[in-house]
């Protein structure tokens, strides 16, 4: 999605409010002894409330409203009853499309108490998210967004999952540009037109280098860190502009 109009970008924001929102409250709620499935719910109730639907249940059929993903799940959790238990590392992505328009969102939350690696791994997943988005503007290089991250990693001693990428989103939720890497590729030459729509997430681990299914034992959804390591990801829908990024996913 490129932004037309003021109106389009209206729509873009309002919807970027409604998912940042959503998450913002699921990380609050979490507690151990509540289920995926109870979290999830919570986040139907408060898309539903704004006038929003879930866009893995609308694009995909997805078994949930959210993915929320817990520990060796990276990606694409399915809400159950599992139980949070303290400790737990939870991945929760929120999408979702309001009057035609999608954005996308996502953090990690570590369940107390946890591991001083574990809290420094959430801060630096952050931390790389916003390393890459510092790299957006109008006009340059896609590929600065995965050599920024990448360096951040090496700096920090992280390894980066490095098949699951940013996309466009907007019009839909996944559209062009496809495969945004959140890690060096030197062949990447495509560059940011103004009012570009997509997002950053990079998924920051402590080993894991790729993301595979659970095999004949897993579901058609979810994804593992390969190999096994706690992983986190975080993630902003982004405008490309004359003045550089400008973020629609936060909460207000």
């Known amino acids: 999605m490129t932004i037309s109009s003021d109106e389009e970008f209206d729509r873009l924001k309002e919807i970027g409010r409604i998912v940042a929102n959503t998450l913002a409250a699921m990380g609050r709620a979490i507690e151990p002894g509540m289920t995926t499935g ?7 109730a408060l898309l539903e409330r704004a006038g929003a639907t879930s866009a893995p249940e609308l694009c995909y059929g997805f078994p949930g409203a959210t993915c929320i993903s817990v520990n060796e799940e990276i990606a694409h959790g399915i ?74 990693a090496r700096r920090n001693h992280y390894t980066l999952v490095q098949n699951l990428a940013s996309h466009g989103v907007g019009h839909s939720l996944h559209e062009e540009p496809t495969e945004i890497a959140t890690w060096p590729v030197q062949s990447e030459r495509r560059i940011m037109n103004e009012g570009l729509v997509f997002t950053v997430e990079p998924f920051l681990s402590l080993g894991a280098e790729w993301a595979e299914d659970g095999g004949e034992a897993g579901d058609a959804w979810t994804l593992f860190s390969s190999p096994r390591a706690p992983t986190v990801q975080y993630e902003h829908t982004v405008v490309a502009t004359r003045n550089g990024p400008l973020v629609v996913t936060l909460p207000a």
């Open 38 to 44: 109870e979290l999830d719910e919570l986040g139907r």
């Open 79 to 152: 809400p159950g009853n599992r139980r949070i238990a303290a400790g737990d590392l939870i991945n929760i992505d929120v999408s979702a499309r309001k009057n035609g328009v999608f954005a996308d969102t996502g953090a990690s939350f570590a369940v107390p108490p946890v591991s001083k690696a574990i809290e420094r791994l959430c801060r630096d997943g952050r931390r790389a998210m916003w390393t890459g988005i510092r790299q957006i503007g109008a006009n340059k290089p896609l590929g600065n967004i995965g050599k920024a991250i990448g360096a951040f």
